[in-house]
C-alpha cells in the first residue's frame, strides 16, 4: 500500500519531489536536491556615470561550494544599446538572451524600426514570468539587471527585474546576486558621500567597479574576483550614445594596478 503523500501536499523543490517519490538516478543513486545543486551565476552591477551605463560581472559559476566554471560571460549584448547582465541560473539566462536577440533584430527588420525601449523591457518581463515554473521547482531562476542607453531621452537607463517578472528602474545603480549584499551599501556611500556616480568618467566608474567585484570576492565564496595569475578578469561594458564598449583586458589590468592594487 502507497503510504507516501499526494504530491500536492509536498512542500519543496522538484529534484525533493522526485527524490520522497523513491526515484533514483540511472546509476543507482537516489536523487539528493543538496548533491546535485543548480549551477548559478554570481555577482553582477550596472551603474550609470558620465557617458551611460556601465556593467560588470565577474567570471565565476558555481553549484552550492563548487566553481563549475571561471570563464563565464554574464554580460550579454542584446543588441547595439542594451545588454542583459545575469545571476542566477546560466542556462535559463542564456536561454531568454538568445530570445531577447532574436526578437529584437526580427522586429527591426520587419518593421524597420528599432522596438521601443518599453516594449523591450515588457519582452523581457515575459519571459521571466514563462519561468516562474521552473523558479518555483528551484531549478531555474533568474534575476537580471537590463541595461540600456535610451536614444530618445539621451540617457542610460537601468532596470532590476525579480523572479517573478517584477520590473524596477534604478536611478543610479543596481546589484544582483551572491556577492551584491557587500557591495551595495558601498556603492550608496560613494555615491552619496564620496562622489556622484553620474559624475564619474569612464576611469573612475570602470575603477569603481574593479574595487566593487574585489570586495565582493573578499566576503563572498562564490565571487570569483579578479585572479590575474590565471589571466581571469571581471567583464566590464560601457552602453554609450556610440554603443556598447567591452573594457579590453590590458586596460582593466591598468586601472586594477592602479586602482584595487595600489590603493
Known amino acids: ?16 519531489l522526485l527524490s520522497s517519490r523513491g526515484h533514483r538516478l540511472s546509476f543507482g543513486g537516489q536523487l ?13 552591477l550596472a551603474m550609470r556615470y558620465k557617458d551611460g551605463v556601465l556593467v560588470a560581472g565577474d567570471r565565476q559559476a558555481t553549484a552550492g561550494t563548487t566553481i563549475m566554471y571561471n570563464r563565464a560571460d554574464k554580460v550579454i549584448d542584446i543588441d547595439d544599446h542594451s545588454t542583459l547582465a545575469i545571476s542566477g541560473s546560466p542556462a535559463m539566462a542564456f536561454e531568454m538572451a538568445r530570445v531577447l536577440e532574436y526578437s529584437f533584430r526580427y522586429y527591426k527588420r520587419s518593421q524597420l524600426q528599432e522596438l521601443s525601449l518599453e516594449g523591450k523591457l515588457r519582452t523581457l518581463s515575459r519571459l521571466i514570468k514563462e519561468n516562474v515554473g521552473a523558479a518555483l521547482q528551484g531549478i531555474g531562476a533568474v534575476m537580471p539587471i537590463f541595461a540600456a542607453y535610451d536614444t530618445i531621452t539621451d540617457e542610460g537607463r537601468i532596470y532590476f527585474y525579480d523572479v517573478l517578472g517584477a520590473q524596477f528602474e534604478m536611478t543610479e545603480f543596481a546589484v544582483a546576486g551572491s556577492g551584491s549584499v557587500w557591495i551595495r551599501g558601498t556603492l550608496y556611500y560613494e555615491n552619496r558621500w564620496t562622489k556622484k556616480l553620474v559624475e564619474m568618467n569612464r576611469r573612475e566608474a ?20 579578479v585572479k590575474e595569475q590565471q589571466e581571469m578578469l571581471p567583464t ?15 586596460t582593466l589590468r591598468e586601472i586594477y594596478a592602479e586602482v584595487v592594487e595600489g590603493a
Open 236 to 250: 566590464i561594458k560601457c552602453v554609450t550614445a556610440d554603443g556598447i564598449e567591452t573594457v579590453d583586458s590590458e
Open 206 to 225: 570602470v575603477g569603481l567597479a574593479l574595487r566593487m567585484l574585489e570586495s565582493a570576492a573578499y566576503y563572498d565564496a562564490a565571487t570569483g574576483g
Open 32 to 44: 539528493d536536491s543538496s548533491r546535485l545543486a543548480q549551477t548559478e551565476a554570481t555577482t553582477v
Open 1 to 16: 500500500m502507497d503510504t507516501m503523500p499526494p504530491a500536492t501536499d509536498f512542500q519543496g523543490d522538484f529534484l525533493s
